[in-house]
T-cell receptor
């Protein structure tokens, strides 16, 4: 069974640009969560999608948004990039019932210059 | 919201010794407590988890204990090996909140041969 796939693996952007990251969950998984990982702040929850609906949202500004498609694939968008958005963005998938094991992708390393 | 504190931030042990990592959480509604291991440049991977209806769980050299009254849980690794060197994250979640996890700050474990 294929694992969680995230593309692209690396991204370099400049301040003010926008970026879209993609996540394909494990087949059959209906929940996709996104996390931001930085050396200083650790792993911070961005949002979770289940059956194309946002089920949870973390404490990030509105520049961070996401969506989920009918095949459970998810995208995350960050608009008006800031230097502080440089981080590893991880997505994780699960079956979706809540309070269950998450399977993480390898992440997208975003660098904002 | 939930807050998870993790200690220590770094831990150096001799091969064969035991390692203990402790976490405390703030939200009494949390009922799911996973531990993730992240090797350098790799994705976080679940190594063990425990639910609030269980006080202890073991899997070979790894064990987790939970004290709901005190709101703390711990990871114990016995007979440490060099391949145990990694960053370990504890997390807390609630099935009622979907799959949102609040992570501790991480513990960098170094096992010296």
């Amino acid at each position: 069974k294929a694992g969680v796939t995230q593309t692209p693996r690396y991204l370099i952007k400049t301040r003010g640009q926008q970026v879209t990251l993609s996540c394909s969950p494990i087949s059959g998984h209906r929940s996709v969560s996104w996390y931001q990982q930085t050396p200083g702040q650790g792993l911070q929850f961005l949002f979770e999608y289940f059956s194309e609906t946002q089920r949870n949202k973390g404490n990030f500004p509105g520049r961070f948004s996401g969506r989920q498609f009918s095949n459970s694939r998810s995208e995350m968008n960050v608009s008006t990039l800031e230097l502080g958005d440089s981080a590893l963005y991880l997505c994780a998938s699960s079956w979706g019932t809540g309070g269950e094991k998450l399977f993480f992708g390898s992440g997208t390393q975003l660098s904002v210059l | 919201g939930e807050n998870v504190e993790q200690h220590p931030s770094t831990l150096s042990v001799q091969e064969g010794d035991s390692a203990v990592i402790k976490c405390t959480y703030s939200d009494s509604a949390s009922n799911y407590f996973p531990w993730y291991k992240q090797e350098l440049g790799k994705r976080p991977q679940l190594i063990i988890d425990i639910r609030s209806n269980v006080g202890e769980k073991k899997d070979q050299r790894i064990a987790v204990t939970l004290n709901k009254t005190a709101k703390h849980f711990s990871l114990h690794i016995t007979e440490t090996q060099p391949e145990d060197s990694a960053v370990y994250f504890c997390a807390a979640g609630s099935g009622a909140a979907g799959n949102k996890l609040t992570f501790g700050g991480g513990t960098r474990v170094l096992v010296k041969p």
